[in-house]
C-alpha cells in the first residue's frame, strides 16, 4: 500500500522561481528519498535523508525532515525548463522495501 | 556505475499470452530486486522483492501465480505476466539493491511498458 501523500498534486512555475512539493508518511521510518522520473523513465536518485537528520542539501535541492510530523520538503532553487518531471518521495521503514508516495508534476516554463 | 537495464523497453502482445521482463545488474551484484508497476499519472507500486536464490516476497493483492518472479543469479531477475489480460497493461520497473549492502540505495531500471491488445 502506498505510505503517504504529496502536494502539490501538480506543480507549474517559471524558469527561475523555486519549487517546494511536500511529502506525507505514515509510519515510522529509516529513512526517505526523492526521485525524479522523466516522463515514460525509470527513476532517478536526487537525495536521501535519514531519520536522525532534518536537513540535506544536494546542489539546487534542499531536503527537510520533520519526523515529528511525518512530513518532508523538497525544494528546487532557481529551476529550469530541464526540472520539468514528476517527483516522488519514497520511504524505508526498514523492512527492505521503498514505499512511494503519489508523486508531484513539476512543469517549468521557459 | 551501477546500472540496471530491463529488457524489453516496451511490448505489445494479445490477451492470454505470457510476456517475460528481464531485470539485469549490468556492473555489480544484487541480492535484493524489486519490481514495481506504475499506471499512467499514478505512483510506483510495489509488487514483489526478488532474493537471489529463494522465492520471491509478494505484496498484498500481487497474485503470485499470475506474476512469476525469478531471480536466478545476482544479476538477473525476470519477471513473467501469465495470461495477459488489458487491465495488466502498465510500466513494470525493476530495481537492485547491492549484494552486501542495505537497500538503503535501489538502482531503477528504465522500465518496460506492457501493452495488452
Known amino acids: 500500500s502506498q505510505q503517504g501523500e504529496e502536494d502539490p498534486q501538480a506543480l507549474s512555475i517559471q524558469e527561475g522561481e523555486n519549487a517546494t512539493m511536500n511529502c506525507s508518511y505514515k509510519?515510522?521510518?529509516?529513512?526517505l528519498q526523492w526521485y525524479r522520473q522523466n516522463s515514460g523513465r525509470g527513476l532517478v536518485h536526487l537525495i536521501l535523508?535519514?531519520?536522525?537528520?532534518r536537513e540535506k542539501h544536494s546542489g539546487r535541492l534542499r531536503v527537510t525532515l520533520d519526523t515529528s510530523k511525518k512530513s518532508s520538503s523538497l525544494l528546487i532553487t532557481a529551476s529550469r525548463a530541464a526540472d520539468t518531471a514528476s517527483y516522488f518521495c519514497?520511504?524505508?521503514?526498514?523492512?527492505?522495501?521503498?514505499?512511494f508516495g503519489a508523486g508531484t508534476r513539476l512543469a517549468v516554463h521557459p | 556505475g551501477a546500472v540496471v537495464s530491463q529488457h524489453p523497453s516496451r511490448v505489445i502482445c494479445k490477451s492470454g499470452t505470457s510476456v517475460k521482463i528481464e531485470c539485469r545488474s549490468l556492473?555489480?551484484?544484487?541480492?535484493?530486486m524489486f519490481w514495481y508497476r506504475q499506471f499512467p499519472k499514478q505512483s510506483l507500486m510495489l509488487m514483489a522483492t526478488?532474493?537471489?536464490?529463494?522465492?520471491?516476497?509478494?505484496e498484498q493483492g500481487v497474485e503470485k501465480d499470475k506474476f512469476l518472479i525469478n531471480h536466478a543469479s545476482l544479476t538477473l531477475s525476470t519477471l513473467t505476466v501469465t495470461s495477459a489480460h488489458p487491465e495488466d497493461s502498465s510500466f513494470y520497473i525493476c530495481?537492485?539493491?547491492?549484494?552486501?549492502?542495505?537497500?538503503?540505495?535501489?538502482?531503477f531500471g528504465p522500465g518496460t511498458r506492457l501493452t495488452v491488445l
Open positions: 530495481s537492485a539493491a547491492l549484494a552486501g549492502g542495505s537497500t538503503d540505495t535501489q538502482y
Open positions: 509510519t515510522s521510518i529509516n529513512n
Open positions: 535523508i535519514r531519520s536522525n537528520e
Open positions: 519514497a520511504t524505508n521503514g526498514g523492512y527492505n522495501k521503498l514505499i
Open positions: 556492473d555489480f551484484q544484487a541480492t535484493t
Open positions: 526478488s532474493n537471489e536464490g529463494s522465492k520471491a516476497t509478494y
